[in-house]
T-cell receptor
Framework: DQQVKQNSPSLSVQEGRISILNCDYT??????FLWYKKYPAEGPTFLIS?????DKNEDGRFTVFLNKSAKHLSLHIVPSQPGDSAVYFC???????????????FGTGTRLQVTL | NAGVMQNPRHLVRRRGQEARLRCSPM?????VYWYRQLPEEGLKFMVY????????ESGMPKERFSAEFPKEGPSILRIQQVVRGDSAAYFC???????????FGPGTRLTVT
């Protein structure tokens, strides 16, 4: 039962253009969402997160949008750079408002290739 | 501030041997999580620990796998009598209390021959 889904296994974008990575979830109890970037043979690196009480969070070139009614979130990277080429995972967790940390449920990842 | 540290980075075991994977969380982080990534798959949660306590082990296989986070020292993920299907990358993450943002170590790549 895949509760967090990333339906595009790969994405290719030209340098300087916008990259949009999508993620869908099925569990309406998830209330906190995160994006991680992963290079081969390294651990995931935290990029940006969003609480379910917000619909947008921005940090430099990275913006995450959350549409709770559609159970959908997206990560926008603009402008895309060659160093952004990596696998991107979205993740979801529970318990934002109980103040308890909890496990992350990950999607299967999208491989982003930024071309020159 | 050093990040999450894991050792060894690579571990080769023959079938039936034991594997011990170690994780030292970031300074000030009291929560540790273990995840496993099989080839071509996403990360799957295994266990969540605080010092001397297992909080959530819903992702741990029922047999052969155990985890601890003692009062002193690193967290240990132990796999007894390894089988080929245990070959994977094992990642540890840590977080401070009351935070959902987890910071990952570089992983231990276990190969069972």
């Amino acid at each position: 039962d895949q509760q967090v889904k990333q339906n595009s296994p790969s994405l290719s974008v030209q340098e300087g253009r916008i990259s949009i990575l999508n993620c869908d979830y099925t569990n309406s109890m998830f209330d906190y969402f995160l994006w991680y970037k992963k290079y081969p043979a390294e651990g995931p690196t935290f990029l940006i997160s969003i609480s379910s009480i917000k619909d947008k969070n921005e940090d430099g070139r990275f913006t995450v949008f959350l549409n709770k009614s559609a159970k959908h979130l997206s990560l926008h990277i603009v402008p895309s750079q060659p160093g952004d080429s990596a696998v991107y995972f979205c993740a979801a967790s529970l318990g934002e408002y109980t103040g308890t940390a909890s496990k992350l449920t990950f999607g299967t990842g999208t491989r982003l290739q930024v071309t020159l | 501030n050093a990040g999450v540290m894991q050792n060894p980075r690579h571990l080769v075991r023959r079938r039936g041997q034991e594997a011990r994977l170690r994780c030292s969380p970031m300074k000030g982080h009291s929560h540790v999580y273990w995840y496993r990534q099989l080839p071509e798959e996403g990360l799957k949660f295994m266990v969540y620990l605080q010092k001397e306590n297992i909080i959530d082990e819903s992702g741990m296989p029922k047999e052969r796998f155990s985890a601890e986070f003692p009062k002193e020292g690193p967290s240990i993920l132990r796999i007894q009598q390894v089988v080929r299907g245990d070959s994977a990358a094992y990642f540890c993450a840590s977080s401070p209390p009351y935070s959902h943002e987890q910071y990952f170590g570089p992983g231990t790549r276990l190969t069972v021959t």
